[in-house]
């Protein structure tokens, strides 16, 4: 059984690349990022009692392989650049080392 059956999530849809494109293009102007770097969106459904139905995930990676993300509570087609956290907000949303998430 995969990571994400085990914890309430499923993978909501399949077919929004032009979308998720558009977000990781918001994400990287927001934050800074060069072309090079890697952001992934993707968006999620969840069964647990009290999460929205169905989220996107961003995640991107900085120097040093530094990994950030956060979480939009609407679905990835609903997304809009006013969702994608400020830039001074960067660092918090680092994921800090040794710590696990089954989100992304």
Same mark, same amino acid.
């Given at each position: 059984?995969?990571?994400?059956?085990?914890?309430?999530?499923?993978? +909501?849809?399949?077919?929004?690349? *032009?979308?998720?494109?558009?977000?990781?293009? /918001?994400?990287?102007?927001?934050?800074?990022?060069?072309?090079?770097?890697?952001?992934?969106?993707?968006?999620? *459904?969840?069964?647990?009692?009290?999460?929205?139905?169905?989220?996107?995930?961003? +995640?991107? /990676?900085?120097?040093?392989?530094?990994?950030?993300?956060?979480?939009?509570?609407?679905?990835?087609?609903?997304?809009?650049?006013?969702?994608?956290?400020?830039? /001074?907000?960067?660092? *918090?949303?680092?994921?800090?080392?040794?710590?696990?998430?089954?989100?992304?």
């Amino acid at each position: 059984m995969s990571n994400l059956a085990t914890t309430g999530f499923r993978r +909501a849809r399949t077919d929004h690349s *032009a979308v998720a494109e558009q977000i990781k293009g /918001w994400t990287r102007a927001r934050f800074g990022l060069g072309e090079d770097a890697a952001v992934m969106v993707g968006e999620l *459904a969840c069964a647990l009692p009290g999460c929205p139905p169905i989220e996107t995930v961003i +995640a991107f /990676w900085t120097e040093g392989d530094k990994r950030h993300h956060f979480k939009v509570f609407k679905p990835l087609d609903a997304v809009t650049p006013d969702d994608i956290p400020p830039a /001074w907000l960067r660092e *918090a949303l680092a994921v800090p080392e040794g710590l696990e998430c089954d989100c992304c």
